[in-house]
Structures are given as C-alpha cells and as structure tokens.
C-alpha cells in the first residue's frame, strides 16, 4: 500500500466518521423533539383526523408540493442561462437537491446542485454555485414581503418569529451591502475576501481560491445587473409560494382541518423559512414542533388538527421527495452513493 493510498483511506475514514457523528446527533435531536410534540398534542384526537384522511385531497396536495419545487427549478434555470441547461435536466438536479436537503442535517444539497451540473454539462462549480446563490435569495424574498405588510394585517408574532424574520432580513441586507461593495470596489473587495478565506480552507487549496471567487463573483454580478431577469425570477418566486401554500391548505383538509388561504400562505412561508437553520436528518421531529409552534401558536389552529396534518404530510412529503429523487438520479445514470461520492471533489480549481 502506497502512503498516497493510505493517507486517502484515512481522510475517508475520518469523513465517513465525522458524517456518521453528525446523523447520530441529528437523530438524537429529532428524537428529542418527536417526544416534545407527542406531549404537546392529544394524540387519540390526532390518530382520530389521520383514521378519517382523505386520499384524494392527500394525492391531489402532493401534485402541488413537487410542482413548487419544479417551478423553483424553472426559476433556477434562468439563472443559470435556458440555454445552458435543459428544463428536464433542471428539474432533475433540483429534485435531487432536495432531497439530499431533507435527508442531510446541513443543507448539502446546494452544493450537490453544482457537482451535478459540473459532472453532466461542464458547467464549472464557481458559476453554477454563484445561480445556486441567488435561487436561495428568491426563496427569502417573501420574508421582505411579510414584513413589509405586516402592519396593515396586524399579526402579533412571538419573539422567536421575529428573531427568524430579522435574521432572514439581515442576511438579505448583508448579501446587498456586499454586491454594493463588489460593484464600487470590486478588485479591493476580491482580495480581502481571497485574503480571509484561506484562513479556513486546507492548504493544497489556498492557492485556487482567488480565482474561483473572482468566477463566483463575476457571474453573480451578471445576474444582478439584469432586472428583467430579476422581475422574472420573482414572478416564478410567487408561483412557487402560492403552490406552497395551496399544498398546505389541502393537506390540512385531508385531515379534516379548515383553514384559509392568508392563514396558511403566511403559516407555510414562516414554516420555510424556519429551514433555513440546520435540521435533523429527515427533518425528524423539526417539522412538527415548527408546525405547531406556527399554525397552532400564532393563527390558534387545533393542536391536534396540526399536529394530524404535520404526522401525514411529513412521511408522504419524504415518499415524494425520496421516490423522485431516485426516478431522476436513474435518469442520469447516477445512484445515491455516487451523488455523495462527488463532494470528494468539492474543492475549487482550474475547472471549478
């Protein structure tokens, strides 16, 4: 054996290690969290709801819980060019994207997005993760928007909610205040960023990591500099939200639960939100707290309707994701193994 071979073993050995650290808190936490939500709900009234669910709203809510992800697909395409990336080859990566988020305890799937474009079109990951970038900044646009009318619909949020909604908030105006920056001061900018970063990365990548940032920086200030395509991008934003929404008002009357639109457009945006905070693996536990804390704590929703509708839509959401994900990854010759076995090669280079 080889020291090359060895020391690789031993970096394997030691990621597959700290991985398996990480789902085991993950699941020690969503463990946790599921005993939490059984003390919080009356479970004889929630096993009433599910005994009672009605299969076709519950089949017709999972067709608009897959078309929001592949409108957000959609979406992500415009970023990263319509003709660089077909629409079916969009909304594979993004399905499995997904799932890989639902499944990780980080939200490892927006990297997957890059590897997966760099290993199927040569798009290089400095590029495509600079559109993986400004995707997620969509998806905190309605943020912005909540609190900008919360005024005129006189909601009373905890103090939890507001902690999630500045914070959401000061990212988005952390992101502004350093694409001002780029665009007034864009060579100093580069170099402080490249001065800082090598700080925290591995030395056999110190060297590759300006000009990554200088591509990375480059195209997402091509995406900026086009309104249009801005406009567009939020119109798709919009769509996907009300798909959300509407999702979450049928699952919600597949168990029996009537609710109205504002309140489950405002609940189910909250409730994404939230995910933007590491989550155990599956979203074990998370889901149903989030839910409850939300629907049942801030619009006064039945706790045991809630707590039904979370305890139904969670497992059939991960069949969704988990079966489409599978359907897509055999579409592009690839398994999941494989698809985690492309972070290895998650470092920036020539071809990054």
């Not at 199927?120 to 995707?135: C, E, F, K, W, Y």
Request: glycine share 8%; aromatic share 8%; hydrophobic share 55%.
């Amino acid at each position: 054996m080889t020291v090359s071979s060895a020391t690789s073993r031993s970096v394997t050995s030691a990621r597959v290690g700290a991985a398996a650290l990480r789902m085991s808190i993950g699941l020690l936490v969503g463990l946790v969290l599921v005993l939490v939500f059984l003390r919080l709900v009356n479970f004889s009234g929630v096993q009433h709801r599910l005994q009672h669910l009605d299969i076709g709203l519950a089949l017709l809510c999972s067709v608009a819980f897959l078309g929001a992800y592949v409108v957000r697909a959609l979406r992500w395409r415009w970023f990263l060019g319509p003709d660089a990336v077909s629409r079916s080859r969009a909304v594979r990566v993004y399905l499995v994207a997904t799932f890989l988020n639902w499944l990780l305890p980080v939200r490892g799937g927006e990297l997957a997005k890059s590897l997966l474009l760099r290993r199927s079109n040569g798009i290089p990951v400095s590029r495509s993760l600079a559109t993986v970038m400004m995707d997620k900044v969509m998806d905190l646009l309605p943020a912005v928007a909540l609190l900008a009318i919360l005024p005129v619909v006189h909601l009373h949020l905890s103090r939890s909610l507001w902690v999630l909604l500045l914070t959401t908030l000061a990212v988005l105006a952390l992101g502004t205040v350093l694409l001002g920056l780029l665009s007034w001061r864009r060579d100093r900018t580069v170099a402080l960023i490249a001065r800082f970063l090598p700080k925290v990365l591995p030395g056999g990548v110190k060297d590759r990591v300006e000009p990554f940032i200088v591509r990375f920086i480059e195209t997402l200030l091509a995406i900026v500099r086009q309104p249009r395509l801005l406009i567009l991008t939020a119109a798709y934003t919009a769509v996907a939200v009300g798909l959300d929404a509407l999702f979450c008002l049928l699952a919600f009357r597949a168990v029996g639960v009537n609710v109205g639109f504002p309140i489950v457009l405002y609940g189910y945006t909250f409730y994404n939100l939230a995910y933007i905070l590491p989550t155990p693996p599956g979203q074990i536990g998370s889901n149903e707290i989030i839910g409850l804390l939300i629907f049942s704590g801030l619009f006064g929703v039945d706790r045991s309707g809630v707590g039904a509708m979370f305890l139904f839509s969670h497992p059939w959401t991960g069949i969704l994701m988990t079966v489409s994900a599978l359907v897509c990854l055999s579409a592009m010759g690839l398994t999941v193994r494989a698809t985690f076995g492309l972070t290895r090669e998650a470092t920036p280079d020539e071809h990054a």
